[in-house]
């Protein structure tokens, strides 16, 4: 298994302004996906990130929106920038190990 | 590309009573399929696997390539079943996940 955490756990934003979220695994991974989790809605994939290349982004995504950073093997961030309401999701980072996936708490965030 | 589709948003049943929760997808390839659970509060987790053949509290769900679905059955619901239920596929082990909508089952006493 991977034990995953995430900060913050939920915050609350205004318009216009950004957000980093932070995800630690408690071991190394190769790859390590981001999800969006809008209200009432299913997970919807963001971007892959592997260490040591660029993030690659689903259709809708873009780095200049949420710009992804991957410093080493245990790590990464998510950036959700200037942000507007229709940004208030749960956001969700996971790794993969083998077969599985597992999910970290996810962060909840709201824009105002 | 992929897709998984779980047709009920929400499924009510009493508890004691079966349950079947609906997944069908279409991929080309053989996929792998999986269940995801959240409970009220608590983080995604991984219910079962096809791959594995397991029942997990009591759950089972089978591969059925020929009508590509992956229902998730239960015998007897127990109250603690309640919880939002997500089928989900990756093409293989280290891609990301393709989710369903979800399914909010509710077990009532």
């Known amino acids: 298994s991977a034990v995953i955490s995430q900060k913050p756990s939920r915050d609350i934003c205004q318009r216009g302004t950004s957000l980093t979220i932070q995800c630690q695994v408690d071991?190394?991974?190769?790859?390590m996906f981001w999800y969006r989790q809008q209200p009432g809605q299913s997970l919807t994939l963001i971007a892959t990130?592997?260490?040591?290349?660029?993030?690659?982004?689903e259709s809708g995504f873009v780095i200049d929106k949420f710009p992804i950073s991957r410093p080493n093997l245990t790590f990464s961030t998510l950036t959700v920038s200037n942000m507007s309401p229709e940004d208030s999701s749960i956001y969700l980072c996971?790794?993969?190990?083998?077969?599985?996936?597992?999910f970290g708490p996810g962060t909840r965030l709201t824009v105002l | 590309a992929q897709r998984v589709t779980q047709p009920e948003k929400l499924l009510s049943v009493f508890k004691g009573a079966p349950v079947e929760l609906k997944c069908n997808y279409s991929?080309?390839?053989?996929?792998?399929l999986f269940w995801y659970v959240q409970y009220s509060r608590q983080r995604l987790q991984l219910l079962l696997r096809?791959?594995s053949r397991e029942s997990i509290k009591g759950f089972t769900a089978d591969l059925n390539k020929g009508e590509t679905s992956f229902h998730l059955k239960k015998p007897f619901a127990q109250e603690e079943d309640s919880a939002m239920y997500y089928c989900?596929?990756?093409?293989?082990?280290?891609?990301?996940?393709?989710f369903g909508k979800g399914t909010r089952l509710s077990v009532i006493a």
């Open positions: 996971s790794v993969g190990r083998g077969p599985e996936q597992f």
């Open positions: 071991s190394q991974v190769t790859m």
């Open positions: 990130a592997n260490q040591g290349s660029e993030a690659t982004y």
């Open positions: 991929y080309s390839g053989s996929p792998e």
């Open positions: 096809h791959i």
């Open positions: 989900a596929l990756s093409v293989t082990g280290n891609t990301p996940l393709v």
